[in-house]
Nanobody, 124 residues
Framework: QVQLVESGGGMVQAGGSLRLSCAASGRTFGAYAMGWFRQAPGKEREFVAAISSGGVNTYYADSVKGRFTISRDNAKNTVYLQMNSLKPEDTAVYYC?????????????????WGQGTQVTVSS
């Protein structure tokens, strides 16, 4: 399995942008589909976006479609989440996750490794 470390979280005003990064250890990163999830206070963790192992296919939750973009650089063992037009309801801890099955991430779960999370706070 890969080890995952997220970074790039912070506080931003509504309408602003942030880019999250998730760095993976190990030489098998390119075999994994990757996903981003988030958990707001008092709520269950929810799916945000997924990208296939080669980066060709992406999938988004309706709540972020058109505002967030997931991408990856397999040479750098890193997956990104570009977040634009942020809203207060985007406030959450954001987690990246790895799974050998892209379909499982699209289904809203991950059976592989998880990162420790990075806090994103959007003020109104």
């Amino acid at each position: 399995q890969v080890q995952l470390v997220e970074s790039g979280g912070g506080m931003v005003q509504a309408g602003g942008s942030l880019r999250l990064s998730c760095a993976a250890s190990g030489r098998t990163f390119g075999a994994y589909a990757m996903g981003w999830f988030r958990q707001a206070p008092g709520k269950e963790r929810e799916f945000v976006a997924a990208i296939s192992s080669g980066g060709v296919n992406t999938y988004y939750a309706d709540s972020v479609k058109g505002r967030f973009t997931i991408s990856r650089d397999n040479a750098k063992n890193t997956v990104y989440l570009q977040m634009n037009s942020l809203k207060p309801e985007d406030t959450a801890v954001y987690y990246c996750a790895a799974d050998l099955l892209y379909a499982r991430l699209r289904g809203g779960t991950a059976g592989g490794s998880w990162g420790q999370g990075t806090q994103v706070t959007v003020s109104s």
